[in-house]
Each structure stands twice: as C-alpha cells, then as structure tokens.
C-alpha cells in the first residue's frame, strides 16, 4: 500500500520499466539494472510492474523477464505480440497479467491497437490457452466501440485503451482524443470489462485521463524513465502516482521543485 493511497484502491499505477534496459543495453553493461528499478518502483508506490518482450529484444530480454517474476511483491504485466513464440513464453513465466499488443520489427514504438477484429481468431487461440494457465488478459486497443466489443467477445476480461494519438494531439484534437477516450472506457465498463490506458503519458497530459472515473489502471514508462534522469526514479514513481491519484480525487496537486 503507497503511503499516497488513501483506503482503497483509486488508481493503479503500472511502472514500465523497458527503457531502463534501453539504457543498460546501449553499452551491453549490467547496469541499470531494470529488476533493481523494478523493486525500486514498487516500493515508491508502483502497484504493478510492466514490461514489453518485444520479438526483437531491443530493450526487455527473456532473462529480465525470468528473473524479475519471482521477485515482484506486486504483479507482473507481461505485454507480448499475438505469436507461438510470445505465448508460450508468457505460459511458462506465468505473469499474473499478460496485455497482448501489436508490433511491428521496423516500429520505433508501438504505433497502434491490436486489430482483434481483423486477427479475431488468432487472438481467441491466445486468449484461451493463458487463461487455462490462470493468467488474467488485457488486450491493447484503440479506443473503438468495435474493438472494444471484440475484445469482450473473444474472451478478454481487460483492456488497455492506447492513448498515443490522445500524448500526440494537439491544440483542438486534444478535446478530441480525450474524449474518445472517455467513451472508450464508458463502452469497456459498460460491457464488465476492466479498463487500463496507456502510451506516451507523461506528468502533465496524465491528468486528464486520471481523472476518468471507470479507469483502472494506468501504465507509463518511457515519461517516468525520463523525468527520473533529473528527479530520481523513486521521485519520479512517487510523484507519478500521486499526480494520478490528486487528478481522481479531484485535487491539485503541486509537486514541489525538482520532486
Ligand atoms: C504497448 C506500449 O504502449 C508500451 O509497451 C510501449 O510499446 C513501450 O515500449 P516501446 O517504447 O518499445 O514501444
Ligand atoms: N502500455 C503502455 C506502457 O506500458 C508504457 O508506454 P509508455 O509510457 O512507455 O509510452
């Protein structure tokens, strides 16, 4: 329980630590150790760590993965691309969560939802074999009444709404994109789905989307990892959390320089 967090659970924060080893793997060093972030962030008020194995190993290996699952306090969110080789991995580690995200090798970042109206089949087959391995399933979607009905069918009991076109809008498209999000998370709750947001949330455009009641859980990396360079990392957890959990209560909250 974060000291930030009153009784209950307001809103989960979910730390993305992928770009700690995006540092550690631009020199092939041990250090930063993304496990050490991971522990770290859970003890400044992470309620979950999150990480992408992605097909080409830029950041997250397989071994991060191995190594970290049997340490998290909290729980793991295991995002993966829709194959064989994905699946059966998560089956082994066995995350408490697995977030089933598109990818593309030559993508600088996940660009986009999974498409699991187009893919329907194929994600059911992966829906079904990690939840007979008791593991709960987010899928990432756009923010679209015809995935989100999708997801609810093929079997999915969370979603994650991306919120990368929301982080890249600007001047009018902002209102636009925050409130497609909003219905997004209405249509998910609407059909008991658990509803997640995230992608290219930082510490100022995080409010809005916090304070959307239904919303369950938030997961950031690449903002924190980068304020974390100037605050520290376990400041800028902690700061992260409590921006989040002010905007849901509807409080200002002011972090004081250099938090
Ligand atoms: C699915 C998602 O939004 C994040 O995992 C994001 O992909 C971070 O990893 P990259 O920066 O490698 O895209
Ligand atoms: N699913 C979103 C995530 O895990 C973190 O995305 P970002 O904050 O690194 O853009």
């Excluded at 097909?55 to 993966?80: G, S, W």
């Excluded at 691309?81 to 977030?99: G, L, S």
Aim: glycine share 8%; net charge negative.
């Amino acid at each position: 329980m974060s000291f930030l967090q009153p009784a209950g659970q307001v809103i989960d924060l979910g730390v993305n630590i992928d770009h700690i080893a995006t540092v550690r793997n631009a020199r092939g060093t041990t250090y930063p150790d993304p496990l050490r972030a991971a522990l770290l962030a859970e003890q400044a008020g992470a309620d979950l760590i999150t990480l992408h194995l992605r097909e080409d190993r830029r950041h997250i290996k397989d071994a991060d993965v191995l190594a970290l699952r049997p340490l998290l306090a909290t729980r793991m969110n295991l995002e993966a691309a829709v194959t064989r080789e994905m699946i059966d991995f998560a089956c082994q580690v066995k995350p408490q969560d697995v977030c089933l995200v598109p990818e593309r090798r030559e993508e600088v970042t996940t660009e986009g939802g999974l498409d699991v109206v187009r893919y329907y089949n194929e994600v059911e087959a992966a829906v079904k074999q990690l939840k007979e391995e008791g593991i709960r399933v987010s899928l990432f979607i756009d923010a679209d009444a015809r995935q989100i009905e999708a997801a609810a069918a093929v079997g999915a009991t969370v979603i994650e709404l991306h919120t990368g076109r929301y982080a890249e809008a600007e001047g009018n498209e902002v209102a636009h994109e925050l409130e497609r999000i909003k219905l997004g998370v209405h249509e998910g709750a609407k059909r008991g789905l658990r509803v997640n947001a995230g992608h290219g949330l930082h510490y100022t455009n995080v409010q809005p989307i916090a304070a959307i009641p239904d919303l369950h859980e938030l997961n950031i990396g690449h903002a924190i990892v980068a304020h974390a360079l100037f605050a520290g990392w376990e400041n800028a957890v902690r700061e992260m959390k409590a921006i989040m959990v002010a905007a849901r209560l509807g409080v200002s909250y002011a972090p004081k320089a250099g938090a």
